[in-house]
């Protein structure tokens, strides 16, 4: 049993007002069913808020999915209210921070014979993952959201600026 607020922000669907990181990543882990509404007349001294109860079953087996880079990728989608995932991933801040962890990946897989140890590899992704997590969008100060700007001359980075806005096309999220 939980508030009702809570349990709801649980079961959201994609398009719900109440849809976030929090319905993301508890349905990615769980499936979860609302159960029935406790009303606020069925305890004594009534409290402020109603209850619902919440059917919450693990997935089993679990996705195969690295936590830390998935969380980093729900916060960067749902930390701006407002915001079309068109435009977030648009952002100058959002594109050079998931080009820096994309090369740092590619980087990874190539020297990937190179490491003696497969425990070391292991490290050095969560590493990763750790970096995409502590990304903030609140770097701002205040200025308005720019579109990726390129340099003519850099074609590597132009190529992952049309990947990143090709993938989006393919979803729908093109504004």
Avoid at 19 to 36: E, I
Avoid at 58 to 75: H, I, S
Avoid at 83 to 98: A, E
Wanted: charged share 30%.
């Amino acid at each position: 049993m939980f508030q009702r607020e809570f349990a709801m922000r649980l079961v959201a669907q994609p398009g719900d007002n109440l849809y976030c990181r929090l319905s993301v990543n508890t349905q990615l882990l769980a499936r979860v069913n609302h159960l029935l509404k406790v009303g606020r007349n069925n305890f004594r001294p009534p409290p402020k808020v109603d209850s619902s109860v919440v059917r919450i079953e693990p997935r089993k087996p679990l996705p195969a999915v690295n936590f830390k880079e998935w969380d980093g990728l729900v916060r960067i989608c749902f930390n701006r209210k407002n915001k079309t995932l068109g435009s977030i991933f648009r952002q100058k801040s959002v594109l050079s921070v998931l080009e820096k962890n994309y090369k740092t990946l590619q980087a990874l897989q190539l020297s990937q014979e190179g490491l003696s140890d497969s425990s070391e590899m292991a490290m050095c992704v969560t590493a990763l993952g750790d970096t995409l997590g502590d990304f903030s969008m609140d770097t701002d100060e205040g200025r308005d959201d720019e579109d990726m700007e390129m340099d003519d001359g850099d074609t590597k980075a132009s190529d992952f600026k049309e990947r990143v806005l090709g993938v989006l096309k393919q979803g729908g999220f093109e504004e």
